[in-house]
């Protein structure tokens, strides 16, 4: 086996050099035996967003085959006897939808398009938004797994707080103030009404293995808003809902005691949402494109100081940064003024089109401690399961995985070089959020590293680097 090596300052460097965790097998050299001291024959994968296999702003037929649990249910069916693995697959095509790449900007922004997708059934349905703004969610062509639930219960959009959401997933329920998710919809029978809970112990009661990765799609509505939801502190995810229904979902995982792993939720900062945007990076970027030395200024978020010069604390949401500089009409002493955005303190930047470190990444940030401290205490203390990381931990059952701290500066492995940064990193899809397909095999690597550690298995790693930089 070869491990990865690490291009990281100070003490991650070291940390990360000495992890043990995330290989890649070397075509020239020895590996193990696989081995499993685990039945994996029936995984079951619970999650969000990346446990689906969203990629690039959507969910296609390709981007399902290469999520993270497809990948590892592959290498597990190399070793269990019997294994399978189901998923509620799109046609194959455009699916939902994607970002396609078109090239970079002058500041080194990524410039896409948006392919249209196809799987899409009956009319359109206006419900409420982030924040109260407009939103758009249209059905989607069921699954052929509906008559039975599919291995991955991955669902895009789906929060903790809805865990026990009667009708969820029932078309009835798909209008204006009624929750409603049609990617949960789409693998349940037609007019079914169960929670999501409900599917989770259903499927649960078969499952030899188990991943849990949820909780992101909780946290992220508030950062896609700037932390405008902030203004009102109850708009924030509850701490207490996502931590009691962390615990619910995961008694249904280990109801017969079954195996699995605990994945962590990696910092915000380190997923280029928003490190693509960080406040210092950012201008002086922006001060090389543009040839100049203006600064960023910024909105203050509880209106009191007025523009504010950005800091390395604050950060531009990657959706922001292309408007970054461009003229806009800006009433000033009463007359209007085309001046540029963000580059002039009497056009700061929106306080929707940042988070600020002082106000609202601290409250988001808050939240993720409390329920990350509490996966920690549920693995280690009640379940005795490994949990993987994206910082150092003490704790003996944890693998102290630290893959998106580490891409966030720049990683090697078999000499293809990782990084947080879109298209050129080989990581982070082009919605500068979601897995590329080697993104996916590195997360699926750790998890293997993680159940070969604390089980004494020997399950091959994937050579992530054989796998396509795009789903598309």
Partial sequence: MKHFSFTLPGRAAYVAATALLLNAC??????????AALNLSRYLAVGDTYTAGVSAGGLTRASQQYSFPNLLAQQFQGISAGAAFTQ???????????????????????????????????????????????DTTRLLTRAATASALPQNLG????????????????????????????????????????????????????????????????????????GQCGANPAALPSITVMRNNARKVLDRLTAKGQPGVIIRL??????????????????????????????????????????QPITNGDYVLATAIARIGRPTPVVVNGATLMLPYGRDSRNPVRDADVLDNSEELSRIAGVMSSYNNELDRLASTIYKLPILTPSAS??????????????????????????????????FSLDYYTLTPRGNGLLANTIIAALNRAYRTKIPAIDVNKLPATAQ
């Fill in 88 to 134: 509620p697959l799109l046609e194959a095509g455009s699916g939902t939808g994607y970002l396609n790449f078109v090239d970079f900007t002058a500041s080194g922004l990524a410039r896409t398009t948006r392919v249209a997708g196809q799987a899409f059934r009956g009319n359109l349905i206006i419900t409420p938004g982030t924040c109260g703004t407009p």
């Fill in 26 to 35: 070397a075509p020239a050299q020895d590996t193990p035996t696989p081995t």
């Fill in 266 to 307: 990696p910092a915000l900062t380190s997923l280029p949402f928003l490190r693509a945007g960080q406040g210092l990076s950012l201008q002086a970027r922006l001060q090389a494109s543009f040839g100049d030395t203006a600064r960023i200024y910024i909105e203050d978020p509880i209106g009191l100081r007025g523009a």
């Fill in 394 to 427: 003490t704790s003996t059952l944890d693998s102290e995985v630290l893959l998106f701290n580490q891409v966030a500066g720049t990683i090697s492995v078999a000499g293809v070089q990782y990084s947080s940064e879109v298209v050129r990193g080989n990581f």
């Fill in 155 to 226: 669902i895009p959009g789906i929060t903790l707080a809805q865990l026990e959401t009667v009708g969820l997933g029932n078309e009835v329920n798909a209008k204006p103030g009624t929750p409603f998710n049609p990617y949960f919809e789409r693998l349940l029978p037609a007019a079914d009404s169960r929670t999501y809970l409900q599917a989770v112990t259903d499927a649960a009661a078969t499952a030899t293995f188990f991943t849990y990765f949820q909780g992101l799609d909780d946290l992220m509505p508030y950062v896609r808003s700037g």
